[in-house]
């Protein structure tokens, strides 16, 4: 959705987040107001020791006059100061606040939405969209409602020292006004277009940056440049209408202000020599500076509709995101604090596009402690079953049990508390190896980790690493190894102390050395617990107790390996022989 030049509604609901801060909110429009009042009242001291201590040479009048505006300019000095710092405080509490309310948003958000949502346009809206928004309390409002009050003030106090020269300026103002407002909407829209490239811009570095291995392997580099300066254009191209709008509106703007300027210092000289007593020189020396200060605060006024445009624009953009219901439902009340691990799906039905249903009508159940294997080819379904079960995303039709209680009615995090879930392709955070296992739990001790790493045959691995268990992964785990980034999934399942148990294509794609160490570990993790394996190598599906065969998001067969090899003609039979029978 396009944000409009100035959003009402929108700007309440930002100013609904000043009510925490009301103190700081009231303190800045004081701090305002005082920093409109002096500054209104120093031009018109100005004229008054002209024409009361300079011209008639007052020396010891001039002295005093000067240290009363040195006195003034001290509290226009300290309350620009809280002003300034309060204002640029509240705009930081605020987005302090809407940043975390946008990521506990993000982290309810089921899998569907990142399905389709770019990382790089998040981290956008995340991190300088909110930025954005503090501007708007820094450079926006409160200073435009500072100049405001500046120009008020100014105004009375050039009304009460001589009428007819103010007329002049404000003559001339609605001119100017009318330039800053086709300057304020040209600007809107070049705004709107930058904080797109933007978001363009960040979304292809980040995709590009995460996958740069394969750019490389493909030989993609001058192709992805070609791409990247295309959309680096766009991105210049959209900064250049601000520059030169920019270029255009204040230089206009200048040149009115100095023909007004022109015009009072002609209209008052020519009165000062007729003799017309009801204007002076000390006039025409306030005036120098009041023009100043009407027309540079109604020209930068432009400027900060700017920054609440951009402001405004990012607070759509992220509101947009929290406005968003994507929320896995959390209806359930019961807490699961152990699963004996039955497991049921009754006549599923799932799609992740409309109308292209994934999961068609399927039914299995899974006895507590049994380990099952799933199999299939790729799409079948298989790695949807997980998905669902662990809540990601919600089903279409149909049931699905643990201990014959519907999953909807558990609440979502002892849900998935008690079910652990180990991936082929494991994330690990920037961390160290231990924070990497716990995931920052503090229940789980480092001696508990040792312990359990020590069972599944972890431990010597993780002490041959420098710092051992303290050892940082960097990102996404770059310092491992594929089948040591496996055997730390494993550990950090196993410390979790799961009921379910679910290993997804883990030993794909790993060494034979690292398979030995994963099969000791999934022989200890699946002891006693209610397992599901997806899995295309051999040694992880023979043992298990029941094995469920998928095509086309349907159940072709099941039985255990023995029983589905000697079936004449059978789906697993045929995937057996032209994929397993290498591997014995």
Not at 55 to 64: H, I, T, V
Not at 420 to 446: E, G, K, M
Not at 520 to 539: D, F, M, N, P, Q
Request: charge should be neutral.
């Amino acid at each position: 959705m396009k944000a409009k030049a100035f959003d009402i509604s929108l700007f309440k609901r930002i100013l609904k987040y000043t009510k925490p801060y009301k103190i700081l909110f009231y303190g800045v429009i004081i701090a305002a107001v005082l920093l409109a009042v002096f500054a209104a009242i120093r031009p018109y001291l100005l004229k008054l020791t002209v024409d009361t201590y300079i011209k008639p040479k007052d020396q010891n009048g001039l002295l005093l006059y000067i240290s009363f505006m040195g006195v003034v300019l001290l509290l226009e000095g300290i309350s620009q100061f809280f002003f300034v710092f309060w204002a640029n405080l509240l705009g930081q509490n605020i987005i302090k606040d809407i940043r975390t309310k946008l990521f506990k948003h993000l982290l309810s958000f089921r899998m569907k939405y990142y399905d389709n949502a770019p990382v790089g346009q998040l981290v956008t809206r995340s991190v300088s969209d909110i930025e954005q928004i503090a501007r708007i309390f820094s450079q926006g409002l409160f200073m435009i409602i500072s100049d405001l009050l500046k120009m008020v003030a100014c105004l009375v106090i050039m009304f009460y020292m001589n009428w007819k020269l103010t007329w002049i300026v404000v003559a001339a103002m609605p001119v100017l006004v009318y330039i800053t407002r086709i300057f304020q909407r040209k600007m809107q829209v070049a705004f709107e277009e930058v904080r797109t490239q933007v978001a363009n811009l960040n979304t292809f570095v980040q995709e590009r940056v995460t996958g740069m291995k394969i750019v490389q392997l493909f030989n993609r580099e001058a192709i992805e440049l070609e791409k990247f300066k295309e959309i680096n254009q766009k991105h210049n191209v959209a900064w250049i209408k601000t520059i030169l709008y920019n270029s255009i509106f204040f230089p206009i703007a200048d040149i009115i202000s100095s023909l007004t300027l022109g015009f009072v210092v002609l209209y008052g000289g020519f009165h000062i020599l007729d003799g017309d007593k009801f204007t002076s020189f000390g006039d025409l020396f306030s005036y120098t500076m009041f023009i100043g200060m009407l027309f540079n605060p109604l020209r930068q006024i432009a400027d900060k509709f700017n920054e609440m445009q951009m402001g405004m624009i990012a607070a759509n953009r992220v509101f947009d995101i929290i406005d968003t219901q994507e929320e896995v439902q959390k209806s359930g009340t019961i807490v699961a604090n152990h699963f004996h691990g039955n497991i049921q799906f009754d006549k599923v039905r799932f799609s992740y596009i409309k109308d292209e249903e994934v999961l068609k009508g399927i039914s299995l159940e899974v006895k507590s402690g049994e380990t099952i294997a799933i199999v299939g080819s790729t799409g079948a379904g298989k790695s949807t079953i997980i998905n669902l079960l662990n809540r990601f995303y919600e089903i279409n039709s149909g049931s699905i049990y643990i201990d014959s209680q519907n999953i909807n009615e558990f609440t979502l995090e002892s849900l998935r508390s008690q079910i652990a879930v180990v991936l082929q392709d494991v994330f690990l955070f920037a961390d160290t190896i231990y924070n990497n296992i716990t995931l920052n739990n503090p229940s789980i001790s480092l001696e508990e980790v040792i312990q359990s790493a020590k069972k599944i045959g972890v431990h010597n691995f993780i002490m041959s690493l420098p710092e051992n268990y303290d050892f940082n992964v960097k990102e996404r785990g770059v310092m491992l190894s594929s089948g040591q980034r496996q055997l730390i999934a494993f550990l950090r399942a196993y410390v979790s102390n799961p009921s379910i148990l679910i290993l997804d294509e883990a030993t794909s794609s790993i060494d034979t050395y690292s398979e030995e160490l994963i099969q000791k570990a999934t022989e200890t993790i699946t002891k006693g617990r209610t397992s599901i394996v997806i899995a295309h190598r051999l040694a992880t599906i023979v043992n298990a107790d029941k094995i469920i065969v998928m095509d086309k998001g349907q159940i072709v067969e099941s039985g255990t390996h023995q029983e589905l090899v000697t079936k004449e003609s059978g789906y697993y039979k045929n995937l057996y022989n032209s994929q397993f029978s290498v591997e014995i």
